[in-house]
């Protein structure tokens, strides 16, 4: 064991984080990042940005590279083979051993596969990291016909851009409305409605059965659960994540969906190990229930909270979850977890936009989904990180009202 030493295995942005923050909150040990062949770089434009060609892959790094030189952050290049909780050692491929005191996952997530006949033709992508986009980008530029599996934050992303592109696009969603897992049915809809009038065909309630073989060994279509044969030059799949445990379990650490952790982000079984981003899952302050999050605003906030504890200043990890999405001019923002709500008033027009959604159960307002109202959006996070009268205070008999608008409340 190596006294004053911290490991992040992980270069995403809860990684990176970890490691800033911790120079930032004062932390005078040595700081290992062990990242990828790449820099640490930002994840979330790889679907939006990057695949337009309005951003190129310097521009993804988080900071310059003599930043870390300057705060003292080690980077090398991983992966991580194993962990040795008793010694506190990690093992890297290179052979090399590096001892920690505190040694932080922040391993994110992998795609989850189709799962059907012929998923590993050639022209079949998945979008997880910049070689996934990068190769994705060359192929969109020749791409004719693109079938996106799957109606998320990051499948509907990469349909717009393929629009903008130029290429024909229909979107597969096994359930009966887009992003179906975070949002309401009537942000759900909207998006559908912004896609189905950018030009691409939108199909719900659809599944795939087998992707088809040109006979020399690429992609060339989709058989949809319907029975119709799509034509497809290029097919990307995005059907969620699956958070990546497999050090964790190695070493002994509990899973669950992602590796289990306190509300100070220890592990439950190790306070020298702790976990942010999209591979932890943490109790959820509002609603007690664990949860696993996949956003830039739990990666950074978790890497903030990890750090501060390790540098002497612990605090409990309370923030309030928010997410955002950008498609074909419209920007969704989430203040909240929706999850559970049994009733959604809607606030604008729904149909044109732009307007906010209220998420409630019962009398509690759980989340706002709003889209192209940023006001109701920061708004709607100071309320409901504040919690008490102010969150009381909005009901759906209120919010119905003539002339609601949540900021006032805040102003209040």
């Known amino acids: 064991m190596s006294a004053g030493s911290v490991v992040v295995v992980g270069g995403g942005q809860a990684g990176f984080q970890t490691a800033?923050?911790?120079?930032?909150?004062?932390?005078?040990?040595?700081?290992?990042?062990?990242?990828?062949?790449?820099?640490?770089?930002?994840?979330?434009?790889?679907?939006?940005?990057?695949?337009?060609?309005?951003?190129?892959?310097?521009?993804?790094?988080?900071?310059?590279?003599?930043?870390?030189?300057?705060?003292?952050?080690?980077?090398?290049?991983?992966?991580?083979?194993?962990?040795d909780r008793a010694g506190r050692t990690v093992a890297l491929a290179t052979g090399e051993?590096?001892?920690?005191?505190?040694?932080?996952?922040?391993?994110?997530c992998r795609a989850r596969r189709l799962g059907v006949p012929g998923q590993d033709l050639r022209g079949v992508h998945y979008l997880r990291d910049v070689d996934d986009a990068s190769a994705l980008v060359e192929h969109l530029g020749r791409a004719e016909r693109l079938v996106v599996v799957g109606a998320g934050f990051i499948g509907l992303e990469v349909a717009a851009a393929a629009r903008q592109?130029?290429?024909?696009?229909?979107?597969?969603e096994f359930a009966p409305r887009a992003m179906g897992r975070a949002v309401s049915a009537c942000v759900g809809d909207f998006f559908i409605g912004r896609?189905?009038?950018?030009?691409?065909?939108?199909?719900?309630s659809t599944g795939v059965e087998a992707l088809l073989d040109d006979g020399d060994g690429h992609v060339?279509?989709?058989?949809?659960?319907?029975?119709?044969?799509?034509?497809?030059?290029?097919?990307?799949?995005?059907?969620?994540?699956?958070?990546?445990t497999d050090l964790a379990e190695a070493?002994?650490?509990?899973?669950?969906?992602?590796?289990?952790?306190?509300?100070?982000?220890?592990?439950?079984?190790?306070?020298?190990?702790?976990?942010?981003?999209?591979?932890?899952?943490?109790?959820?302050?509002?609603?007690?229930?664990?949860?696993?999050?996949?956003s830039v605003q739990n990666a950074v906030d978790q890497g903030r909270c990890v750090a501060a504890r390790i540098a002497g200043r612990p605090f409990p990890y309370t923030a309030l979850p928010w997410f955002w999405t950008d498609q074909l001019g419209s920007k969704l923002q989430i203040a909240g977890l929706s999850a559970g709500h049994d009733r959604a008033v809607l606030v604008g027009d729904g149909v044109g936009g732009p307007f906010s959604v209220y998420c409630f159960a019962g009398q509690r307002l759980l989340a706002v989904e709003s889209v192209d109202r940023p006001a109701d959006h920061m708004a709607a996070r100071r309320v409901l990180g504040a919690g008490g009268d102010a969150l009381a205070a909005v009901t759906p008999d209120t919010v119905r009202r003539e002339g609601f608008r949540l900021r006032d409340l805040v102003a209040a």
């Open 195 to 204: 896609h189905r009038a950018a030009g691409t065909r939108v199909e719900v």
């Open 165 to 172: 592109r130029g290429a024909e696009v229909t979107v597969l």
């Open 97 to 108: 051993h590096l001892a920690y005191e505190h040694l932080v996952l922040a391993t994110g």
């Open 20 to 83: 800033a923050s911790l120079r930032q909150e004062g932390y005078a040990g040595r700081v290992v990042l062990v990242g990828d062949r790449h820099p640490p770089y930002q994840r979330p434009p790889l679907s939006k940005a990057y695949l337009t060609g309005r951003v190129d892959v310097a521009e993804l790094a988080f900071r310059p590279g003599d930043f870390y030189a300057r705060h003292r952050i080690e980077v090398v290049p991983g992966p991580v083979t194993a962990v």
């Open 220 to 244: 060339r279509g989709v058989r949809a659960s319907t029975g119709e044969v799509l034509p497809a030059d290029l097919v990307v799949v995005g059907v969620g994540v699956l958070p990546r």
């Open 251 to 294: 070493a002994g650490l509990t899973v669950d969906g992602g590796v289990l952790v306190d509300d100070h982000l220890r592990s439950v079984d190790d306070a020298a190990v702790s976990a942010v981003g999209d591979c932890s899952r943490f109790v959820d302050s509002r609603s007690g229930a664990r949860v696993r999050l996949e």
